[in-house]
C-alpha cells in the first residue's frame, strides 16, 4: 500500500441499540446495501451517511507493499482513551470498483480492534470508523 | 454448504483475542473463467462472533474480503472454557459455524 488515508467519521449512538439485543446473533443493523453498491468512494460515504473527518486515535496498519494485491493484511485499532464510543468500523479501500469492503459493528466490551485481509485493486485505501 | 471454519480463542490478560480462518471463494461476480463465462459472485455478506449468547462483533462483508477470509477480534469479559463461535452466512444462502473454547 502506497499510501493511505485514515479517517474517523464522529461517533454516535449505536451502542445502545446493539446492547438492546443480547442473545441475538444478528441484532436488527441492516446491511447497507447502497453504500456497498456504491463504486465510487464519496457516494460510499455518502450512503454510509458519513462525513469524513480526520481523528487522533485510529490507528490503521496495513504492509507499505503489499505482496499480493487478492490479500491485502490490515489492522484497525482504536484508542478508546483518545476516542471514546466507537462502536462502528467501516474499511473502504478507495480504488476498488465497490469501495465499502466491510463494516463492523462493535458491542460494548468489545476493543476497537479488527484484523482482516482484503482486496485491494490499486495502492489507496482508506478507513472510517465511528 | 457449510464452510467450516478454524477457530482459536486465547486470553491475554483482561481480553480474549479470537482469530477465526473461514473457507470461502469470496468471488466478487467481476471475474471471468477460461470459457470467458462470468463466475457467478458468491461472498461472505454477514459474520459474527459469540461469546457464549453475547455477540461480540458482527460485520456485514462486500466482495472486497479476500478469499478464505481471516478474522481477528479482542473482546473483554471471557474466561478460560467459555465457548466462542464464529458464524457466517453468504449471498447464496450458504452458512458456516466454527466453536471453540476459550483457552
Known amino acids: ?130 | 454448504m457449510a464452510g467450516r471454519i478454524k477457530i482459536r480463542a486465547q486470553k491475554k490478560g483482561e481480553l480474549t483475542e479470537v482469530k477465526a480462518l473461514m473457507r470461502h471463494p469470496m468471488e466478487t461476480g467481476m471475474r471471468k473463467d477460461q470459457a470467458g463465462e462470468s463466475i457467478p459472485a458468491h461472498f461472505i455478506t454477514e459474520v459474527a462472533v459469540l461469546h457464549g449468547d453475547q455477540t461480540v462483533m458482527q460485520a456485514h462483508w462486500g466482495a472486497a474480503v479476500s478469499a478464505n477470509p481471516f478474522l481477528g477480534v479482542r473482546f473483554q469479559g471471557g474466561q478460560a472454557g467459555d465457548a466462542v463461535r464464529v458464524v457466517w452466512t453468504d449471498n447464496q444462502g450458504g452458512t458456516g459455524e466454527g466453536e471453540t473454547t476459550i483457552r
Open chain 1, 1 to 130: 500500500m502506497g499510501s493511505r488515508a485514515e479517517l474517523g467519521c464522529g461517533w454516535s449512538v449505536m451502542l445502545s441499540a446493539a446492547a438492546a439485543l443480547p442473545g441475538r446473533v444478528w441484532s436488527a443493523v441492516i446491511r447497507p446495501e447502497a453504500a456497498f453498491d456504491a463504486t465510487a468512494l464519496d457516494q460510499a460515504l455518502m450512503a454510509l451517511g458519513e462525513t469524513p473527518t480526520r481523528h487522533e486515535g485510529v490507528i490503521f496498519t496495513t504492509p507499505d507493499i503489499a505482496e499480493n494485491g487478492a490479500v491485502v493484511p490490515i489492522r484497525v485499532e482504536v484508542d478508546q482513551t483518545v476516542l471514546p464510543n466507537v462502536s462502528k468500523v467501516s474499511v473502504l479501500v478507495e480504488m476498488n470498483p465497490n469501495p465499502l469492503a466491510a463494516v463492523f459493528d462493535i458491542a460494548p466490551g468489545t476493543e476497537v480492534y479488527i484484523e482482516t485481509r482484503v482486496k485491494g485493486g490499486s495502492n489507496r485505501q482508506s478507513l472510517c470508523g465511528r
